[in-house]
T-cell receptor, first 112, second 119 residues
């Protein structure tokens, strides 16, 4: 059973729209939650980090965390073609190692 | 901010040969390094966790004799793919645990990745 689940997509939205990306996780002991953006052939780039229930906003990006539902999401407002990439949800494992476990990623395409 | 330099960025090798990938933390001490493998259109899969000065911990299904990890110093970790075969062709990425205070990366700094092609 996968520990971090994401809608694989692909997800297409028109330029200027809101893109909504979702992620669920199975480890109730997870404490930190990350959204990374990955362009083809490149390393992941951190977009957002959240560890408290509720919303966290940074520019056009808003991360939402609901630990009771084991759910984390990422909203991208005013989507731009440059936002087209694969978005990876990652969760730290409980325990001392605090490894990152990644979801399978959601491929987002923003259409001009 | 924290930077991890990963080399080479790409490598092509013949089947049966060995390839070494290096990750260096440039401005901080990386006590813990994670090594990931990513096949096309798939997510990052953790291969192993290495701590400076001790043996690496490998994930289930990863052959420790094939993927040799050395973390002999606080700034250098290496992954050697021994007797490489075409099925080892993949994108390998290292990630160092970033010490407190390096807030930009919130705890994890990734190398730029190495594209390995075995022919």
């Amino acid at each position: 059973q996968k520990e971090v689940e994401q809608n694989s997509g692909p997800l297409s939205v028109p330029e200027g729209a809101i893109a909504s990306l979702n992620c669920t996780y199975s480890d109730r002991g997870s404490q930190s939650f990350f959204w990374y953006r990955q362009y083809s052939g490149k390393s992941p780039e951190l977009i957002m980090f959240i560890y408290s229930n509720g919303d966290k906003e940074d520019g056009r990006f808003t991360a939402q965390l609901n630990k009771a539902s084991q759910y984390v999401s990422l909203l991208i407002r005013d989507s731009q073609p440059s936002d087209s990439a694969t978005y990876l949800c990652a969760v730290t494992t409980s325990g001392s190692a605090r490894q990152l476990t990644f979801g399978s990623g959601t491929q987002l395409t923003v259409l001009p | 901010g924290a930077v991890v330099s990963q080399h080479p960025s790409w490598v092509i090798c013949k089947s049966g040969t060995s390839v070494k990938i290096e990750c260096r933390s440039l401005d901080f001490q990386a006590t813990t390094m994670f090594w990931y493998r990513q096949f096309p259109k798939q997510s990052l899969m953790l291969m192993a966790t290495s701590n400076e000065g001790s043996k690496a911990t490998y994930e289930q299904g990863v052959e420790k004799d094939k993927f040799l990890i050395n973390h002999a110093s606080l700034t250098l970790s290496t992954l050697t793919v021994t007797s490489a075969h075409p099925e080892d062709s993949s994108f390998y990425i290292c990630s160092a645990r970033t010490p407190p205070g390096q807030h930009k990366n919130y705890g994890y700094t990734f190398g730029s990745g190495t594209r390995l092609t075995v022919v």
